[in-house]
């Protein structure tokens, strides 16, 4: 059994940056194949998409409007890790945040953890 475990949030005042992990835990789990990504849900709102990276080799990134020139998403394979490179942030990126790995009909969610962004 495969799971997603989320790390980095915290809370963060405008302007200011953080980092978040993702660690798939469990075997077997090839990570290469699949597209890995970052979601999150702001209070009272639908869950959104941040940003994905696709698998398969071809590792392209798709960011969010609102995110894009402020987030890097990256992977480190061997240690089977997601993360987000979190910039600039602001209020507005108040929100828990999760991971996202999927493949075929396998989809897979992290738990989720919080970024408060103070102004």
């Known amino acids: 059994q495969v799971q997603l475990v989320e790390s980095g949030g915290g809370l963060v005042q405008l302007g200011g940056s953080l980092r978040l992990s993702c660690v798939a835990s469990g075997n077997p789990f090839p990570i290469l194949l699949y597209t890995m990504g970052w979601y999150r849900r702001a209070p009272g709102q639908d869950r959104e998409l941040v940003v994905t990276?696709?698998?398969?080799?071809?590792?392209?990134?798709t960011y969010a409007d609102s995110v894009e020139g402020r987030y890097t998403i990256s992977r480190e394979d061997a240690r089977k890790t997601l993360y987000l490179e979190m910039t600039n942030l602001e209020p507005e990126d108040t929100a828990v945040y999760y991971c996202?790995?999927?493949?075929?009909?396998?989809?897979?969610w992290g738990q989720g953890t919080q970024v408060n962004v103070s102004s």
């Open positions: 996202y790995a999927g493949r075929l009909h396998d989809h897979l």
């Open positions: 990276l696709s698998g398969s080799g071809v590792n392209k990134a």
